[in-house]
């Protein structure tokens, strides 16, 4: 599915609190549903529909294995698509962070930037939506930053 034509542009507090709305969401892989269940894909496609009343692209099915070494960038690839990409070191609240466990692997975690130091995400370990400090550990694993779209 294509984004639509005409978007709103959503401030950064309304997207912070629409992620943060989400918080206690328990986790369940590929699905994007509030207070239901939702996975770190889901959690962006469900602030989509929030913000701008349609579906973001739906993806084909995917993994649960963060691990897995597929070699294709799918998960930036799709932000790509469908977000602006913005410089690494220059998120903000509202932006959304895709992640890469190792240097060699394709990214596979994305959440919600609501400060500098602290963002939303639906984390397997975790076993529900949370707010997680953007220590060292997460910082270095940053692969891409994006910003919703303007209309």
Known sequence: MKVAETLKQPGADEIV???LSWLGTPYRHQASSK????????????????????ELEVPGDYAPDWAEAGGEEQLLLGAA?????????????????I???????????????VSQSHFIHAYQGGGLV???????????RLAGVF???NS
Do not use: M, T
């Open 17 to 19: 609190a629409e992620a």
């Open 130 to 140: 949370l707010k997680s400090a953007l220590v060292p550990q997460w910082r270095r």
């Open 35 to 54: 207070g239901v269940g939702c996975d770190c894909l889901g959690l962006i496609r469900g602030v989509w529909r929030s913000l701008y009343g349609n």
């Open 81 to 97: 698509r469908n977000l602006e990409p913005k410089p690494l070191d220059a998120f903000c609240a509202g932006d959304v962070l």
């Open 147 to 149: 910003v919703f779209p």
């Open 99 to 113: 992640f890469r466990w190792r240097p060699h692997l394709p990214a596979k975690h994305a959440g919600i930037a």
